[in-house]
């Protein structure tokens, strides 16, 4: 029979717990779950957790879990707002310098962005502003990478994703899956991007406004750009200028991914590129580390 110590600084559950991981073949595995299990009960022991708190924890968790679906990921959301996937990215980002820097995923990339042709349009709405975003893909010492893929998605100028209001928007509006040109060049065709609330209606946004915080992201595009014998990158571009650069409510924004969305007189080019004239232009290279 185990006994523990009536005192939780004395006590051996924690080497206990320790012991049970003995026979876990995954190294990896084992060395995760010492961690967690070592930093549980020093936070347990830390903040004199009380029986109350762990239930409201307890229950905040299940609740985060019944909130996801198919088209919502509330625990990345959660993870997102505490810090830990941008942390994750910064441990696991780029070591080459000049290698574009990665940030979050975010909770809304949860449906396939269909194919398009280089300079379509993801505006399948088209009531923003027109802008076009074009840019490279290119390895590390500056090589273009014909044929890499770049992932693109991003919410309506009013700040919602496709799958949050698929009454007002048609399946895969603000998404595409672009093929670079012999030259590593893409473009593709859409509205501005708006600054957004993230979404409050559950459990972490229950969290946010337990802790004073507001919800705000700064306008942004998300990017995921692969090549054959490189390291993917998921990565944003924001838009210079906007609000929340300062304050993003999930800790994302990097000087190096801020770009200028600069307003382009130019009917030639607007014609060329099938947008009405004038429009906004961004421009962004993404840079990706060899594997």
Same mark, same amino acid.
């Given at each position: ?37 070592? *930093? ?189 014998? *490189?390291?993917?990158?998921?990565? *944003? ?43 906004? *232009? ?10």
């Amino acid at each position: 029979m185990i006994s523990h110590a009536t005192d939780a600084t004395d006590s051996t559950v924690t080497d206990e717990a320790l012991r049970s991981l003995s026979g876990t073949a995954d190294p990896r595995l084992r060395d995760l779950l010492t961690a967690l299990i070592r *930093h549980l009960h020093a936070f347990a022991r830390e903040t004199r957790l009380t029986r109350e708190e762990w239930e409201r924890a307890i229950g905040f968790l299940t609740a985060t879990g019944q909130a996801c679906t198919d088209t919502r990921q509330e625990f990345i959301l959660l993870s997102d707002v505490l810090g830990l996937s941008m942390l994750v990215e910064e441990i696991n980002g780029h070591q080459v310098p000049g290698a574009t820097e990665s940030t979050v995923l975010g909770p809304f990339h949860m449906t396939a962005s269909p194919a398009r042709e280089l300079g379509a349009t993801i505006d399948l709405v088209g009531d923003g502003e027109p802008c076009v975003v074009s840019g490279r893909v290119l390895s590390q010492d500056g090589t273009p990478l014909p044929g890499a893929t770049v992932d693109v998605w991003q919410a309506d100028r009013h700040g919602f994703y496709d799958v949050q209001r698929p009454d007002v928007q048609p399946p895969g509006n603000g998404r595409g899956l672009f093929t670079a040109d012999p030259e590593g060049r893409f473009r593709f065709r859409t509205c501005v991007p708006s600054p957004y609330p993230i979404p409050t209606d559950g459990p972490v946004g229950e969290l946010l406004a337990a802790t004073g915080r507001h919800p705000y992201r700064p306008a942004h595009i998300h990017f995921i750009a692969s090549a054959a014998g *490189h390291a993917p990158v998921t990565t *944003h571009i924001f838009v210079a200028g906007g609000d929340y650069l300062d304050s993003d409510a999930v800790f994302a924004v990097k000087d190096s991914l801020v770009r200028d969305f600069a307003e382009t007189d130019d009917p030639v080019l607007a014609q060329e590129w099938g947008v009405a004239n004038p429009f906004r *232009h961004a421009h962004v290279d993404l840079v990706l580390e060899r594997s």
